[in-house]
C-alpha cells in the first residue's frame, strides 16, 4: 500500500488542538530494548513524526523521554517558512519540557541551539537550586501547586499563543492529559515487533511495577489509517471530537 499525502492524512484543524503521538510493538512495549521509542520506528513513522511537528506550534515532552531520547536542536526549515508565516506561527516549534524535579541533561545542544528557546514547565515544588540553573538554560515556568497539573500546562502554552500541540510521550504525560480530558487525538504507529512483554514503569530503585493510567478509559474512534513497510498508522479522534469539527 502506498504511502499518503502526509499532510493530508494530518491535517490540523482551526482551533486549538492537542495530538499525541506513540509508537509501540505488537505486543505493546512503547520502547526497544534500548529503553529508547526510536528504536521501534521506522522510516515512514519518522516523516510522520516530522510531519505533525513541522506546522505545530509546540512540541510537548515529559522529562523521562527528554532523557532517553535525547532530542535534537528545533530549527526552522526554509521549506516550511512560508507556510508557517501564512498561518501566523513563529519560525519553528517550541520545545516544552515537563519537569517537577527539573533534572534534565542541561548539556544536550538543544537548549542551546534551537531556534526558539526551550520552554520547561514545573511546579512550586521545584527545588530552588534547580530552578536557578533551569533558568539559565530555558525559559521557565513555574505552575500552581505541587505538581504539574495537565490543565495548567495546557492553560500556560495557550497563554503564550502555543495553540497547536503535538505531545510525544512519554506515557505518563499522554495519560495525564488523556485522564484530564484534554487530549483531541492520538496517532499511533504500530511496528511490526514482538519485544517480549515490553516495559512496564519501574521505580529507579526498586524495580517494582506500577500502574500508569487513567481513572475511566478514554473512548477514541478511528478516523484514518494505512500501512506502509509493515507498520500501521492510525489515526484516532476521542469521541467529542468528529471530522466535521475538525474544520470549525
Keep these: 500500500m502506498s504511502t499518503p499525502d502526509l499532510a493530508e492524512a494530518y491535517p490540523w484543524p482551526a482551533r486549538p488542538w492537542l495530538r499525541g503521538m506513540m509508537v509501540m510493538s505488537l505486543d505493546g ?27 505545530a506550534d509546540v512540541v510537548l515532552v515529559g522529562a523521562s523521554t527528554i532523557r532517553a531520547e535525547r532530542y535534537r536542536p528545533m530549527v526552522a526549515k526554509a521549506a516550511d ?3 508557517r508565516h501564512s498561518l501566523g506561527l513563529q519560525p519553528a516549534p517550541v520545545v516544552a519540557i515537563v519537569s517537577a524535579s527539573l533534572d ?8 542551546a541551539e534551537s531556534t526558539m528557546p526551550v520552554l520547561v514547565l514545573t511546579c ?3 527545588d530552588p537550586q534547580r530552578l536557578s540553573i533551569a533558568r539559565e ?9 505541587q505538581r504539574c497539573d495537565p490543565h495548567d500546562i495546557v492553560a500556560a502554552l495557550h497563554r503564550r499563543g502555543l495553540q497547536r500541540i503535538t505531545c510525544e510521550g512519554g506515557a505518563v504525560l499522554l495519560a495525564d492529559l ?5 487530549l483531541d487525538e492520538l496517532d499511533l504507529t504500530i ?12 521505580g529507579a530503585s526498586t524495580g517494582a511495577t506500577a500502574w500508569v493510567g487513567v481513572r475511566e478509559p478514554v473512548r477514541l474512534a478511528l478516523v484514518g ?21 475538525m474544520a470549525g
Design 191 to 202: 511496528a511490526p515487533l514482538l519485544i517480549g512483554g515490553g516495559h512496564l514503569l519501574t
Design 29 to 55: 512495549a512503547t520502547i526497544g530494548p534500548d529503553g529508547k521509542s526510536g528504536s521501534l520506528s521506522g522510516a515512514v513513522d519518522r516523516r510522520v513524526l516530522a510531519e505533525t511537528r513541522r506546522l
Design 225 to 245: 489509517s494505512f500501512m506502509a513497510d509493515g507498520f500501521s498508522f492510525h489515526r484516532y479522534l476521542t469521541v467529542e471530537e468528529s471530522p466535521d469539527r
Design 137 to 145: 538554560h530555558a525559559e521557565v515556568e513555574v505552575l500552581a501547586g
Design 178 to 182: 488523556a485522564g484530564a480530558g484534554l
Design 81 to 83: 517558512a512560508a507556510q
Design 104 to 111: 534534565l541533561p542541561w548539556q544536550e545542544p538543544m537548549f
Design 124 to 126: 512550586q515544588a521545584a
